[in-house]
Every structure is written in C-alpha cells, then in structure tokens.
C-alpha cells in the first residue's frame, strides 16, 4: 500500500474503516449483535492504543435500506433519511461498544441531532483524531441518493486518510460473484477503471470515481476472519487494493 492521501499526516497513520450495517448483525437476520459491536471495538481499540488514528464511516442497512424501501414504492428521499437515521443508531453502538473497551470516541453526524452526538465538522473530526479519539460519522454525506461508500470516500479525503478500507464479508475483489462463479478469481490489486469498465460490484461508480480523482486508495478485505481489521488498520497486505496501480 505504497500510495497516499493529497496530505499524508505526518509521523503516524490515518485510516478510515468502512463497516456496512450488515457487518453489525453477526448471524441475524436484522439488527445488532453486541457480541460482534464487541467484537469489532476491540479490535478497533487495541489498534487506537498503538498511535493509528482511526474514523470510521458506518452504514444502516441491519436496520434499514432506504434503495431497497424506494423500489417498494417508499419515496427514494425519505426512504434515503430514515436510513442515515438507521446509521446513527449503529455508531452509538458502537461508540458504546469502543468506549467500554477504554477507547475514547466522538459520534460526528451529517444531520444536527444534537442531543445526542455532534455535528459533522472537518477541522474538528481532524482535531479529535489528532488527540487519540476514534470518530465514528453517520448519517452519510447527509444527503439523499448517496450510498455510505460514497460518504467514505468524501470523508476520507476531507480528513487527508491514507486509506479506505472497506470491511465486507468476501474476501476482496473478485472478477465474478464467487457466491455464483466457483472458479472466479480474487484481485490482489486492481486500478480504479478497470474497476469502473469491468463493473465490479466491490463500491458504487460515484465512490471509485471520487476515489480516483483523489488517489486515495482503497482495500477491501473480509471482517469475518478474526482479526483482520486489525491487520487491515496496520497496514498489512490483505484482501484486494484498489488503487491507481497494475492489475494483478
């Protein structure tokens, strides 16, 4: 992972950790399992402890899929709404989750709900991860339309991340579904429009764009492995990067 954000931080690491809603849910069919929010905070926490400073953008679908409520007949802004609403619930799990495990954590939203975490604001995401806190920013980019994937990646070049990474639950980027293609064949790097022209479902063509324009690489890898977002955070070779670099 030798590329950087616009403005690497200096001295350290800065990583911002995509989680999708379903990651939250564990074996069940909807909602949150504590037992994984546990899971994931002390992996979380124990990578904090060594200096890495980490943000975390977190998706609602456990709860709620505003696309999948719209093509039910659900207006697509509404439906959009509820599900940031769905996002805020998971980061105060898992602010529960990391602050129980003695990791200080700020719950920074798109959308004022002020009772009960901040509002989004750069200068002052970048300070609370300068003073050792994890960020956890929910409610996406704040607007309709915008998949989670999409506010990972504008976050992260707002806050000069040297990486995305995207916590799923395959292994990396696969040229097929390997659910439906038993001989597909996983990525270990791929460049960001041979993603686009191939039209790999790994994120949304706004989010790899975005990604692009700003060469902020991405590497997807599978949470499910015990211990993996520790190793993703550290830096060590896992999953499928995606970046500006050779296919191979």
Known sequence: MGEAASAPVEGGRRVL??????ALMGEHDYGIDPAVVRGIAAQVSATSAE???IAIVVGGGNIFRGLAASARGMD???????GMLATAM???ALQDALEQADTPTRVMSAIAMNEICEPYI??????HLEKGRVVVLVA????PYFTTDTAATLRAVEIHAQVILKAT???????ADPEKYPDAQRYSRIGYTELLSNRLQALDATAVSLAMDNEMPIVVFDMTVEGNITRAVRGEPIGTLISGGPTS
């Open 17 to 22: 950790l995509k989680l999708s809603g379903e």
């Open 51 to 53: 200096g890495i400073q």
């Open 76 to 82: 697509r802004a509404t439906a959009d709404y509820v």
């Open 90 to 92: 998971n980061g105060l």
């Open 122 to 127: 750069r200068r002052r995401a970048i300070r």
């Open 140 to 143: 996406g980019t704040g607007n």
């Open 169 to 175: 639950r395959v292994d990396g980027v696969y040229d």
